[in-house]
């Protein structure tokens, strides 16, 4: 750019040069021929020096030299002694000329003088001219905003009556001039009015086009890397927010949150991420049908397509379907079909949908649906964003549904020891207990029997008649501990106060059940409160227990509270442990709180249904 900038106007021919010399020696013989009677000789000389200088100054060195030898000889010729005859031999010729040629130097000087002035102020306004242009254009955010700006500045640093520069090849209208502004990213016209002078003609062709061009050129590759910085930050940004997504997904999911707040939380976060208006979960259900088991939709669009609970038959042309057919994402990218699903979710503002299947176990559990509600489809890149979402999907229900099945099989196995217990139970209170009673009262009877005088008998028969008493008496009490019979026949509140009956440690029963509860919850309650009253007595030295259960029709609510030492800790027992396995197996919940010094709390709430 500098090189242009600093760049000299070219001279005017050379032909010219030496005309107007001839025209300027001619006039100034004719002006001094005239003046030659008024005015000294030796002053005649100065009428030859303006037309020296003129020359000199435009067409350079060798010419003005050429006019300065022709003046002295016309001057030395016409009016120097003797008239109308050179005579160069003589000192006051030879002085002239020597002037003369001294002046035409001095002349020649100045104009180089000059003209170098005169191309460096002209470089500096075009360099200011370039900075200005330079910082309007390099400096806007919109390139094609910055255009008039700039057309306009030149306007003014030019004194052109007008000026602009549109995008593309643009043809000049009437009374206007198109310069084409072309690079390896540019395409662009300059238009200016028709008419302009010459000089300020080739000044934009020479000049300020190319200037134009290299800057344009720089302005389009600035707007293009800032493109991309936007594009890349957009990405990043993207991306980041997809992962927080995911990430608070996964969060969920490794807590072993219940599928509904998954089945809430996945559609949510997805549409989010997706821009989509609506999604959902559905599961696949037998007879080649769907239900939804998670819906989302954007506050501002229309409402759920398909409301959580909602059943549908799969519709050949919805995308249910294909996801059900194929095993594999696919898409619809409009609803055209005539059957019930398809004007449903035409009426409901769909137009097309995006769907990924949910495997589970290696079996198609389910689809995750995004739709959108306008004609702009949703991006390529729609299914392998989804798919992310639809893996935590398929782990949730995994962990969910493995989480269900060990429930369900602590709770067999709580419910097979406890009918184990009571079989137990029942085949000793009913077989052996009544077989040593009968047994007890025929030894009872051997002993009445036996003759006074037999002491020794008689006594011998007494003492095994009362081993016999109080083996019976033992195994009443261990048929108690497996399977409490009360608790079986009358319900928890009375077995809860025979426990209180029996107990070392004084007890504030207080019970507030208005019906039988499930049978398992009886069970484990009692088992609680029995465990309870006896770490109370063996390890915790309490002087009183407060016992209170309560019922609704969603839960109980169990509190054992003693005064004792405190500092339980369930790792350390095998009685906590136990307890805390069997309300857990019938998906209750136990807190322990036993701070040293100050007793021990067990809260247990167990849900009903």
């Avoid at 002046?103 to 460096?120: D, F, K, T």
């Avoid at 839960?555 to 857990?584: F, K, Q, W, Y």
């Amino acid at each position: 750019m500098r090189a242009f900038l600093l760049e000299r106007r070219p001279r005017p021919r050379l032909w010219l040069g030496f005309l107007v010399m001839a025209l300027c020696l001619a006039v100034e013989t004719l002006v001094g021929i005239g003046l030659a009677k008024v005015v000294p000789v030796e002053s005649l000389g100065v009428l030859y020096l303006v037309g020296l200088l003129v020359v000199a100054s435009l067409w350079g060195l060798a010419v003005g030299l050429v006019m300065a030898v022709g003046s002295a000889l016309i001057l030395d010729f016409v009016f120097l002694p003797p008239e109308w005859g050179p005579d160069l031999a003589k000192a006051q010729d030879l002085a002239v000329l020597a002037i003369f040629m001294a002046l035409a130097l001095l002349a020649c000087a100045l104009a180089r003088a000059v003209r170098l002035l005169s191309g460096e102020m002209e470089a500096r306004q075009e360099a200011d001219l370039s900075a200005e242009l330079a910082r309007l254009l390099l400096r806007a955010p919109d390139l094609s905003a910055a255009l008039p700006a700039t057309a306009q500045r030149l306007a003014v640093a030019l004194r052109l009556p007008s000026a602009s520069i549109e995008p593309g090849d643009v043809p000049a209208e009437h009374g206007e001039l198109a310069l084409p502004l072309r690079g390896d990213d540019i395409h662009a016209t300059l238009l200016v009015p028709r008419g302009l002078p010459h000089p300020v003609v080739r000044r934009l062709r020479e000049r300020i086009v190319p200037s134009l061009e290299i800057l344009l050129e720089a302005a389009c590759e600035r707007q293009q890397v800032a493109d991309a910085l936007r594009h890349s930050r957009d990405e990043l940004a993207r991306i980041a927010e997809e992962q927080a997504a995911l990430r608070r997904l996964a969060t969920l999911v490794a807590h072993g949150a219940r599928e509904e707040e998954v089945f809430h939380a996945v559609p949510r976060e997805m549409g989010r991420i997706l821009g989509a208006p609506h999604t959902l979960i559905a599961r696949y259900e037998p007879g080649h049908a769907a239900t939804s088991v998670g819906v989302w939709h954007a506050a501002s669009g229309p409402r759920a397509t398909m409301p959580v609970g909602s059943r549908w038959a799969l519709e050949e042309g919805t995308v249910s379907d294909l996801v059900a057919r194929t095993g594999a994402p696919g898409r619809i990218d409009e609803y055209t079909g005539g059957g019930p699903l398809s004007i449903q979710l035409r009426a409901r503002g769909v137009v097309s949908s995006v769907g990924c299947p949910i495997v589970v176990g290696r079996s198609l559990w389910g689809v995750l649906i995004a739709s959108s509600s306008t004609e702009e489809r949703l991006p390529p890149d729609t299914e392998v964003r989804m798919m992310e979402f639809t893996e935590l999907a398929a782990a949730a229900i995994a962990n969910t549904q493995s989480n269900a099945d060990l429930k369900a099989s602590r709770a067999r196995v709580v419910a097979a020891a406890d009918e184990a217990r009571r079989r137990i139970e029942r085949d000793l209170h009913d077989s052996t207990q009544q077989r040593l009673v009968a047994l007890g009262l025929q030894m009872r009877g051997i002993e009445a029997a036996i003759p006074q005088e037999l002491h020794d008998l008689r006594l011998q028969v007494a003492h095994t008649a009362k081993a016999l008493e109080e083996a019976i008496a033992e195994l009443q009490e261990l048929s108690r501990g497996l399977h409490p019979a009360i608790l079986a026949k009358g319900g928890l509140e009375p077995a809860l106060k025979v426990l209180a009956r029996r107990s070392s440690v004084p007890v504030e029963l207080n019970v507030s059940i208005d019906e039988r509860l499930p049978q398992q919850c009886e069970i484990t309650v009692y088992y609680v409160v029995s465990e309870a009253l006896t770490n109370a007595a063996k390890h915790a030295f309490a002087s009183v227990v407060h016992i209170t259960v309560t019922a609704d029709d969603k839960a109980i609510d169990l509190s054992v509270r003693d005064d004792g030492v405190g500092g339980a800790d369930p790792a350390h027992g095998s009685g906590l442990i136990g307890l805390t396995d069997r309300v857990e197996a019938i998906g209750g919940t136990i807190t322990i709180t036993s701070p040293k010094g100050a007793g021990t709390t067990l809260h247990v709430e167990i849900p009903l249904g």
